[in-house]
């Protein structure tokens, strides 16, 4: 480890995007510096700013990840039966753990976005896509997250390729920073096949990256109206539809959930697992009290146009964690004056649907992702 500099004593601002605070303790350090003395220095909440290479300091990344990762020795003890909710709550405090922990490994940069390590690779446009022009100020960030703009940086480039909008290169969505990536495409299948009455006008809640009114736009809806509150999101999903060539169809409007107006199609894909995200895009699984999804329930009839209808897209995995019941969703649709006129189901592609060493296999195994077809109760 290195005596620390001069600028210790007065440090660079804290970037991060999950608004977690800046480290109580920073020291210098650099290429000298172990793997087991970093994970120790890592594990008591010791920020260890780096001042050699910018490669070496990845791979300090990766030994921390590993040793974070490692599994306890087994011993012939059967494994324990845990409930679906314990297995959760624990997956998630692991996770925040390790994402603690890796945070530690902290890099500089300076007011225009240049990294001052050697070996730095130029990152000034991934950073401006992701945090917006430079301010001039310096600061530091963590590696994890450097990472993750760069990571968002590839995926905005090459794209999502969506067999509903047709054939290729025109069909690939283009996710920004802070984004949620339409990777799971059963719920993007379910709004490419489901009978649709009345094309004269559809509201999109929580547009994203505008992929479903892409998809909507494809089918022959005339006129769409796509919310968010997410400028972030507004930004991506009107590049995307421009790329489409769909935006003559999307009206943009930042707002919580409902435009003004009523419409006989409205369709949403809330965030499926009710609990706290501890990140911005992870707005886009996690909805701490169903809140988004009460909401779009709570709202619907008052916005429905007569006999309009309102596509529910929802996995149905926080039921099988535990977290919600099925007698709960159906209970809130009730109440809001709502009737299930039908639904459409589908079985996840994702790998983790697959992998029994996820933590969460059992209930990965059970989901469905089901469109649920609303109407005003008569």
Known sequence: MLTPPDFLATLPTWRCESGAVAPRRVVAVDDTLSADTAYRL????????????????????????????????????????????????????????????????????????????????????????AWGPANGQACMVSMRELLGVVGAHEWRKKGVEITALGDAPHNRIHPHYGVFSPVRGEYVDLVAHAPIKDKTLAFDIGVGTGVLSAVLAKRGVQHIVATDQDPRALACARENLKRLQRIDKVELLQTDLFPEGLAPLIVCNPPWVPARPSSPIEHAVYDEGSRMLRGFLGGLRAHLAPQGEGWLILSDLA??????????????????????TGRQDIKPRHGKASDDTDPLHDARAKEVTSLWCLAAAA
Not at 88 to 116: C, S, W
Not at 331 to 339: D, K, V, Y
Request: glycine share 8%.
């Open 42 to 129: 890592a594990c008591e909440g010791t920020g260890l700013l780096w001042q050699g290479d910018f490669h070496n300091a990845r791979q300090l990344l990766q030994a921390l990840a590993r040793r974070t990762d490692r599994k306890p020795k087994k011993n012939n003890k059967p494994a324990p039966e845990v409930a679906p909710l314990q297995a959760f709550n624990a997956h998630r405090q692991a996770l925040g753990q390790r994402a603690r922990i890796l945070a530690m490994v902290i890099v500089p940069m300076e007011g225009d976005y240049t990294i001052p390590l050697r070996r730095a690779p130029d990152l000034k446009l991934a950073c401006t896509e």
């Open 319 to 340: 039921e099988h964690l535990g977290l919600r019941s099925r007698q709960e969703l159906l209970g809130w649709i009730s109440e809001a004056g709502l009737q299930v």
